[in-house]
């Protein structure tokens, strides 16, 4: 599995297009699928382990949500603090781990 991080709008999902073409299965917006497992009651972590479980061969696109301020609402509190810890988890087991900044790619892992 291929981890591909970066902030919001930062071109991530063009790099990957650029970088893996049609070779690999793309799981885009992974952050979006922690926010409804913990609206649906779920444990994130858990929820990724079964994903690896099933499927090794992909490429995993994910915002890194945890840089500015925190929000004022519990939820997205948790969101925020579940996101991260899914993306280091992600990360701990990924072949390599990408991190993209206007575009750029670079490798960090």
């Given at each position: 599995m291929i981890l591909v991080i970066g902030g919001a709008f930062q071109?991530?999902?063009?790099?990957?297009?650029e970088n893996f073409g049609e070779s690999k299965r793309v799981i885009n917006h992974y952050h979006l699928k922690v926010k409804e497992e913990l609206k649906e009651g779920k444990d994130?972590?858990?929820?990724?382990?079964?994903l690896l479980a099933e499927t090794?061969?992909?490429?995993?696109i994910s915002d890194e949500i945890g840089y500015g301020l925190v929000p004022v609402d519990a939820f997205e509190r948790q969101?925020?603090?579940?996101?991260?810890?899914?993306?280091c988890f992600l990360a701990k087991r990924a072949e390599q781990v990408i991190r993209v900044v206007c575009g750029i790619g670079t490798r960090i892992a």
């Amino acid at each position: 599995m291929i981890l591909v991080i970066g902030g919001a709008f930062q071109g991530k999902t063009e790099y990957v297009r650029e970088n893996f073409g049609e070779s690999k299965r793309v799981i885009n917006h992974y952050h979006l699928k922690v926010k409804e497992e913990l609206k649906e009651g779920k444990d994130p972590l858990k929820e990724a382990e079964a994903l690896l479980a099933e499927t090794e061969d992909c490429v995993i696109i994910s915002d890194e949500i945890g840089y500015g301020l925190v929000p004022v609402d519990a939820f997205e509190r948790q969101y925020r603090e579940a996101a991260g810890r899914v993306n280091c988890f992600l990360a701990k087991r990924a072949e390599q781990v990408i991190r993209v900044v206007c575009g750029i790619g670079t490798r960090i892992a």
